[in-house]
């Protein structure tokens, strides 16, 4: 009976402890739910998670339209996120609760939210989503990565290890780029020892994997999550994390059991064996201020944040559990030292290992810059009062005991929980510094990790210690040939040398003109004289040594005549010469000779046969305009400056450009986004010489920003173009992708076309493998628009190409299209009003084959004559006649300035094939002049004719010259051909024939011996000079 009875008692004890937990947990909901914001509820598991959303000019550019395609994706993206936070419930009794929020960032950072509870936060969080636009220039991961770990800490609920970061993103740039707040791989370091966890999430196809890996806690916080606009896994994506943060958050929320308020005080029981250690139970109420906790170590130094947005007041949260250390690892045995192996081909950088352990605590390191000030807590609310117990009745009181023997020293009890801060005093003095510490031992080296997969190709790590010498290798072959160095700077001028021998005479100059005859002289010629006569014999002399035979002696005296005799004699020597005769009568004067060379024959030979008169390409001033975006990328962009150094050394090797004494001027402009041009050009305090400006290029940092490239030109425009002040020559090269934010950017893209400026815009593939676009170029090399400099735009898939011979080529020749050439061309020139008829024989004694000969010449001679220098352009007009007989005269058009409409007359002229009537038709041309040229004007008539007509005497051609002089117009003639009457010739350009000069045959006579003669050489060049001549 008495067991059952036991049995009983328990059984109805455990019932009324169940039911007291019960009520108990009841009153609890009742008092949380009466206040939630001044008491805990701690049935409640918050997570926070934050997103970190990537707006640089490497994303905003990948689709179009540009700046607002990807960047809308990003939007709609954390829009499904926040509306699948939804609060779910554990078995264990506890509720699951989100906390999120947002920023973007390229390079700046801007918080879209704090952190808000979910879902009462959704539609504040989807309106400031909503209302993010890009920023479009460089990307600061890294930065961004730290001001989001700072909302988790400052902001976040208490639970340390539900702590979660998404950062979407490309993962771009990889090499070569500034990170100002420490680096990616520290920000990425300092939130996993804080322990959040962060999920990569690429935003293209063309990302970065290996940016990713790093920036992911773990492999299972990448899994090739994506946002990418042209992937269908985004829903995918999201649905996964989720689920991953549920299930690790339910192990962490479910550690805590419920754990009644205890009963009254029981007796003392028997002292017990000592227990497990129990999990953490839940916080109880709230106790007294306790005293102030010690000092805690010096934590690391911490680098300089950037500033927040002052966000609004947060709940006071919890103080995490301190982490257990870690146990030291055993120090491996040292190995031998192998034998020295051949020199390896480089290898791929490996995958990032796993963190290693945590080595031995070093020594305090020194006082560290001062940190930022964090935001100051707020006070906690004040605890409520609790409850009067009730009194209970007073006990009797005992008799006073015997004083007790002293018990044992009891053991040390354990450190109780941290009591909450107490309310904020004074700020104490600043302490003094602390000592410098000893450096700290090195850790222990870690097991070897299997071998990864190749990575890409990783950044230059920092230089190690030098190892110990190995060995010797053996030599190695002779390596190549290096490509030639550049120029140094020229040396101090060296000592005079000797003078050096003579030169060989130089050839003979060509022959000048034939100068004019002169007047014949008037004096008379002399008498001659009388001959001498022969002196006495003199006396034989001494018989001296036989000499040498003399010189032949004078002829002697004629002896006395012999008999006669019928037969002649032989024949007697010759005698000497006699004296000169008295001058004769000038003679009749010799046939005309030829005619020596004009100006425009000898400047053709000399075209023809100088080997120095070569086209100068300069002088010239060349702008460089240099697109440093990010999406150009930093190897790219080295390669953008070789080529600039590359121009330069052809200009002035292969087209003798010169630019150290200051001939030729040159300047690079490097621009990215607003305000961030940079200039270096010859004339600035350090860039004297073309070696300097060639250092100075190189010296150029990558911006990798946006894109303004309406900003650059301007500022080119009033900055470059106006040191280098006015210049026959100026040209400016473009070099971009051609994806100018011309959204943000207002300056229009042709603002180079609006100075007299040669452009050339070159287009090159970004690192994205995106081609350039054309339409940019286009508008930037000024096409499809007014101006008097050739223009061009060229088009490249990458930067490789640019350095390719023959695209070098082009842009050199490009840039030297308007060379400075010797003329050559005999110019003409016209300083007033002048009318020219062209007066063609159409008679048959030209024939049908010469006609077509003549019509081309005659073309030729309208060209020149339109197409010469003169005040405006209707200084010169032409007319062309075609006659034969006496009624047959031809207007094939009258006078006009306009060549093509000359030449197609030209060409449609039919061939008469008549009689010949010079004398008719220059009184037809005559008549012509005097009723359609202009008053005031000059009158020309260059009449082709071989002198030979129908009817025609002196006295006809002399009354015609006279009509035409009268008329005040001057006649040229052209005749062709072997049979031709001089006289006539020379009478119609002089009046008379006797009247004729050659100086008149000079200016407006020209022969040929035949019809191809017209044709050949610089003929038409002469003719048209001397009849432009006044």
């Given amino acids: ?120 936060g959704k539609a504040q969080m989807s309106t400031n989503v909503d209302a993010i636009s890009y920023i479009g220039r460089g990307t600061y991961t890294d930065c961004a990565i730290k001001a989001a770990t700072r909302e988790l800490l400052i902001r976040g609920s208490h639970r340390k290890e539900n702590k979660y970061m998404v950062v979407v993103t490309d993962g771009h740039p990889i090499d070569g780029y500034k990170e100002p707040c420490g680096g990616l791989e520290e920000a990425v370091s300092e939130a996993k020892h804080l322990g959040i966890k962060i999920f990569a999430v690429d935003i293209s196809p063309q990302h ?23 992937m269908f896994e985004v829903s995918e994506t999201i649905n996964t994390i989720i689920g991953m943060i549920t299930n690790v958050t339910k192990e962490v929320c479910c550690t805590y059991e419920c754990r009644a308020p205890s009963g009254p005080k029981g007796r003392d029981g ?74 390896g081909f480089d290898g791929l950088p490996g995958c990032k290992g796993d963190a290693g352990p945590d080595g031995a605590q070093g020594p305090t390191g020194p006082k560290g810059d001062s940190g930022s000030y964090g935001e100051k807590g707020n006070k906690g609310a004040p605890g409520r009062d609790g409850e009067q117990g009730s009194s209970g009745e007073p006990g009797v009181t005992g008799e006073r005991g015997l004083r007790g023997d002293p018990g044992p020293a009891g053991e040390t009890g354990e450190r109780g929980d941290d009591g909450e801060p107490g309310p904020d005093g004074p700020q104490g003095e600043k302490g003094p510094p602390g000592a410098i510490g000893s450096a700290g031992a090195p850790g222990n080296r870690g097991p070897k990790g299997e071998t990864g997969p190749p990575g890409l190709q990783g950044e230059s790590g920092r230089d190690g210690n030098a190892g110990p010498s190995g060995d010797k290798g053996e030599a190695g072959p002779p390596g190549p040939k ?18 050096g021998p003579k030169g060989c005479q130089g050839e003979a100059g060509l022959a000048g003109e034939r100068g004019d005859d002169g007047d014949p002289g008037n004096g008379t010629a002399g008498d001659p004289g009388f001959q001498g006569y022969p002196g006495l014999r003199g006396d034989p002399g ?69 080997s120095c008169c070569e086209c100068q390409c300069g002088p010239i001033d060349i702008l460089f305009v240099l697109d440093s975006s990010e999406s150009i990328g930093d190897q790219n962009f080295g390669i953008a400056k070789d080529f600039i150094l590359r121009v330069l050394d052809r200009l002035s090797k292969e087209e003798s450009v010169k630019f150290d004494d200051r001939q030729s001027r040159v300047g690079v402009v490097q621009y990215s986004h607003g305000n961030t041009q940079e200039m270096v050009a010859m004339g600035d305090p350090k860039i004297q010489t073309l070696f300097d400006l060639k250092l100075a290029v190189k010296n150029l940092k990558w911006i990798a920003g946006g894109t303004f490239t309406g900003e650059a030109l301007q500022f080119t425009k009033e900055n470059l173009l106006v040191r280098f002040g006015a210049s026959e020559k100026r040209l400016a090269l473009v070099l971009t992708d051609g994806r ?37 170029l286009n508008v930037i090399a000024c096409e499809g628009q007014p101006t008097t400099r050739p223009t061009l735009s060229l088009q490249r898939d990458n930067f490789a190409e640019l350095l390719e011979d023959a695209f070098l080529q082009n842009v050199t020749a490009f840039i030297c299209k308007e060379k400075k050439c010797p003329d050559f061309t005999c110019p003409i020139e016209f300083q007033s009003d002048t009318d020219i008829t062209i007066l063609i024989d159409g008679s048959a004694s030209v024939g049908s084959r010469n006609f077509q000969t003549t019509k081309a010449l005659t073309k030729q001679i309208a060209e020149r004559f339109l197409h010469a220098k003169k005040p405006s352009e209707d200084t010169v007009q032409v007319s062309v006649l075609q006659y034969s007989d006496s009624n047959t005269h031809k207007r094939e058009i009258a006078f006009s300035k306009e060549y093509p409409n000359i030449a197609s007359a030209i060409d449609n002229m039919e061939y008469i094939n008549g009689a010949t009537d010079v004398i008719s038709a220059l009184n037809f041309a005559i008549q012509f002049n005097v009723d359609t040229a ?34 005040g117009i001057k006649i040229y003639v052209l005749a062709a051909g072997s049979q031709v009457n001089d006289e006539n010739l020379k009478a119609l350009v002089s009046g008379r024939a006797d009247r004729y000069t050659v100086t008149d045959g000079g200016k407006r006579l020209f022969k040929v011996l035949d019809y191809q003669s017209l044709l050949r050489g610089v003929f038409y060049r002469t003719v048209s000079r001397k009849i432009s001549l006044v």
């Avoid at 008692?9 to 009153?27: D, N, S």
């Avoid at 006071?316 to 020199?343: A, C, N």
């Avoid at 082709?944 to 009509?963: L, V």
């Fill in 1 to 120: 009976m008495l067991p059952k009875m036991k049995h009983f008692q328990i059984g109805f004890g455990v019932y009324l402890l169940y039911l007291f937990c019960i009520v108990t947990q009841a009153q609890q909901q009742s008092l949380q739910s009466a206040d939630l914001t001044h008491a805990l509820n701690f049935k409640e598991c918050p997570v926070d998670l934050f997103l970190v959303l990537d707006t640089s000019e490497s994303v905003s550019l990948r689709v179009r339209p540009f700046g607002i395609a990807v960047v809308d994706h990003l939007k709609q993206f954390t829009k499904e996120m926040i509306n699948k936070l939804e609060e779910s419930h554990y078995p264990c009794d506890q509720q699951l609760v989100w906390n999120a929020g947002a920023l973007h960032y390229s390079d700046e950072v801007k918080l879209i939210q704090h952190l808000i509870r979910m879902p009462t």
């Fill in 208 to 230: 970065l994997e290996l940016r990713l890996n790093i920036i992911a806690s773990d492999q299972h916080h990448r899994q090739n999550f994506t946002a990418s606009p042209q």
């Fill in 270 to 343: 028997d002292s017990g064996s000592k227990g497990e250690t129990g999990k953490p139970g839940q916080p109880g109420t709230k106790g007294e201020i306790g005293e102030p906790g010690r000092t805690g170590d010096v934590g690391p130094v911490g680098y300089q944040g950037m500033k927040g947005d002052e966000g609004d007041r947060g709940e006071k949260g919890w103080r995490g559990h301190k982490g257990v250390k870690g146990e030291k690892g055993t120090t491996g045995i040292d190995g031998i030292d192998g034998q020295k192996g051949e020199i």
């Fill in 482 to 499: 290096g490509y030639r160095g550049e120029d140094g700077p020229m040396g101090p001028e060296g000592p005079k040398g000797l003078r």
């Fill in 542 to 610: 001494v018989n001296g040594t036989k000499g040498y035979p003399g010189p032949k002696g004078d002829d002697g005296e004629p002896g006395d005549p012999g008999a006669d005799n019928d037969q002649p004699g032989p024949r007697g020597p010759k005698g000497a010469k006699g004296y000169r005769g008295p001058e004769g009568n000038p003679g009749h004067p010799g046939p005309q000779g030829h005619s020596g060379p004009d100006d425009c024959e000898i400047l053709y030979v000399i075209e023809r046969m100088c």
């Fill in 740 to 776: 100018s934010d011309t959204s943000r950017d207002t300056k229009p893209l042709n603002t180079l076309c609006e100075v007299d400026t040669q452009v050339l815009s070159v287009g090159v593939g970004d690192i994205f493998r995106s081609k350039p676009n054309p339409e940019q």
């Fill in 934 to 967: 202009r008053e005031g004007a000059t009158k020309k008539i260059l009449l082709f004719s071989d002198g030979r007509s129908q009817r025609i005497t002196a006295a006809d051609i002399e009354s015609t010259f006279n009509k035409a002089n009268d008329a």
